[in-house]
């Protein structure tokens, strides 16, 4: 708990009154918010139960703001479920559920979203709907539900007593509509949402929209524009110290350098934003600073400070990749669990069904059996269908957790779980395996020259022509962005370069057209054989990114293999 010095504050008179006006400030003004909250628990005045339930939520709102959410999680619980107040315990399960999300407990996180939004219609105090509703836009959000996102800030709007500022209902829209990929720096909404939370002195939402325009300016090459806006909004980001929004705002000056070409101040920029993060941590923010130190370096001919900072933006992107799957698959579970949960429900009202009416034709005639039988055929029936309806969605959410979205070939990390066990197996039979890299040569320019629609296609297109050249025995992933991964089945070192040039060939030689746009795009391709690296898969995988990193120094389009001996081979 944060701690004030100050000794000339009035003393608290009214606990209440104090408490609602401590509440009002926790994103408003945060640092007042604490200073008030310690001047609480400094005077130490009588407080009835009410008040004492009241303070512990906001202790652990103050736990929460300062990044302790374990400490925040039982108190919580305990005005969930001890209060006797059901606006404070709504008010709890909302900030427990964002906890839980920024925790990566997604399924506990939804489940408790479930519960909110089943509890929604019985909300009637305005403000704390508002705050619900804030919160579930923000989990489905992470979900990657973007249209339900949308749909609950809209909602938001609608709920927001005349009067009341409209910051965190549009800026919740805002944010949905970024991460659907629908916001330009000159949307109207954006600018809005900064306006109305300018008016309405909010400096965090402020500063959190603001950086979104910044990164929209990175994304139509605006440098210019970001770094005007950074420098305007550094005093504030300064003053609230939000952890999220200092490396954000550092990675996005690290970008604009490297635009400008001033790879100096880049390189700067992103060493000091990387300086800030605990040495597990795991985001987006730090694989785009890693990124631009990759870039950077491999500009300048540093190859060994180039292969160091690409293994970090590999390690980043992986988990960033894995949290995204988590996500889903967590929403996955709990609407599958839910989903199961109604049929068991109706099946026990089926069965209710069946035991009254068995009752009822114990006392009737044959003619009355010939009906109950009939019903009885009618049920089950219906209960088969619902039994087959849930196993066939426990299998698509299962095929669904293992696939890539976008060109449907296997995860990252289904790839690897599958490529361990397929090795294991050739391991004890004595056959052998080839593990090949593939990374698309100058992908970024074909999304900066054509669009991220252009790339998709790209993407999808390089999938199907691969598949074309591989056995059905054969694995085939998307390791993360442009770079792919194939563990060729019962195959030797030299049969798998063969396969690897057609592959590389087959890339290189085909046209892509999409809205009148055509592109030829190239790969190069690293390779590592268990007959020269053992069946271990680290190995196997480290020797084929080298390959391919080697590849991509000599000039791109062709296949590196290694040799056994440490060296390479050009194939």
């Known amino acids: 708990m944060r701690t004030s010095h100050a000794t000339d504050t009035p003393r608290i008179t009214d606990a209440s009154a104090f408490l609602d006006q401590t509440e009002s400030l926790r994103i408003k003004d945060h640092r007042q918010f604490a200073e008030r909250l310690a001047q609480i628990h400094r005077e130490s005045p009588a407080l009835t139960t009410a008040e004492q339930w009241h303070l512990r939520y906001l202790d652990a709102f103050e ?10 999680e039982k108190p919580l619980h305990d005005v969930i479920d001890h209060s006797g107040d059901p ?51 923000q989990m489905l959000n992470l979900a990657g539900q973007t249209d339900l996102a949308i749909k609950y800030a809209r ?8 009067g009341t500022s409209l910051c965190n209902p549009r800026f919740r829209l805002v944010a949905a509509l970024w991460s659907a990929k629908r916001l330009t720096p000159s949307s109207p909404d954006l600018k809005q949402t900064i306006d109305a939370c300018q008016a309405a002195g909010q400096p965090i939402v402020t500063t959190a929209a603001q950086l979104i325009l910044g990164t929209l300016h990175l994304e139509e090459h605006q ?95 992986k988990g960033s990749l894995d949290d995204a799957a988590a996500q889903a698959l967590a929403y996955q579970t709990v609407q599958q669990q839910m989903l199961t949960h109604k049929l068991e429900t109706r099946e026990l009202s089926q069965q209710n069904s069946v035991l009254k009416l068995q009752r009822a034709l114990d006392a009737k005639a044959a003619e009355t059996s010939r009906l109950y039988i009939t019903l009885l055929i009618i049920l089950l029936t ?23 979205g976008l060109t449907g070939i296997l995860n990252h990390q289904h790839f690897i779980n599958e490529a361990d066990r397929v090795l294991r197996l050739l391991e004890k039979k004595l056959d052998h395996a080839c593990l ?27 999938v199907a022509t691969c598949q074309q050249h591989l056995r059905p025995t054969d694995l085939f992933g998307r390791l993360g962005g442009e770079e792919f991964g194939i563990l060729l089945h019962e195959c030797s070192r030299d049969q798998g370069l063969d396969i690897a040039n057609r592959i590389r060939v087959a890339i290189g030689t085909t046209p892509i057209e999409k809205d009148g746009h055509g592109i030829l795009i190239s790969a190069s391709i690293g390779l590592a054989s268990t007959d020269t690296s053992g069946y271990g898969l680290q190995r196997l995988c480290k020797e084929a990114d080298a ?22 081979v050009d194939a």
Request: charged fraction near 25%; charge should be positive; aromatic fraction near 8%.
């Open 382 to 404: 219906a209960i088969a269908l619902w039994l087959f309806r849930t196993m066939r969605s426990q299998r698509r959410f299962k095929h669904m957790a293992s696939r890539d």
């Open 223 to 317: 440098p210019a524009k970001t770094l005007v806006l950074l420098d305007r909004i550094a005093p504030h980001i300064r003053i609230n110290h939000y952890y999220p929004h200092t490396l954000s705002a550092q990675v996005q000056r690290a970008q604009a350098y490297e635009q400008l070409g001033r790879d100096e101040d880049a390189h700067k920029a992103a060493l000091a934003a990387v300086a800030m993060a605990a040495p597990d941590d795991i985001n987006d923010y730090l694989k785009d600073a890693y990124e631009v130190l990759y870039r950077i370096a491999k500009r300048h001919g540093n190859a060994a400070s180039a292969l160091a900072y690409y293994e970090h933006y590999v390690t980043q992107d």
């Open 547 to 568: 390959a391919l990193y080697r590849a991509k120094r000599a000039g791109r389009n062709r296949v590196i293999a290694e040799s056994g001996n440490g060296s390479l």
């Open 63 to 72: 736990f929460s703001m300062d990044g302790k959410f374990a400490a925040a």
């Open 87 to 137: 606006t404070l315990a709504t008010k709890a399960s909302a900030l427990l559920m964002n906890n839980l999300a920024v925790e990566r407990r997604y399924e506990d996180a939804f489940k408790l979203a479930q519960q909110l939004t089943t509890d929604l219609p019985r909300i009637k105090d305005k403000m704390v709907r508002l705050q619900v509703l804030s919160y579930l836009s």
């Open 155 to 162: 909602m938001m709007e609608d709920t927001t007593p005349p």
């Open 436 to 462: 090949i890299s593939i990374d698309l040569d100058h992908f970024k320019q074909v999304n900066d020259t054509h669009g991220h629609g252009m790339g998709d296609t790209v993407l999808r297109r390089t």
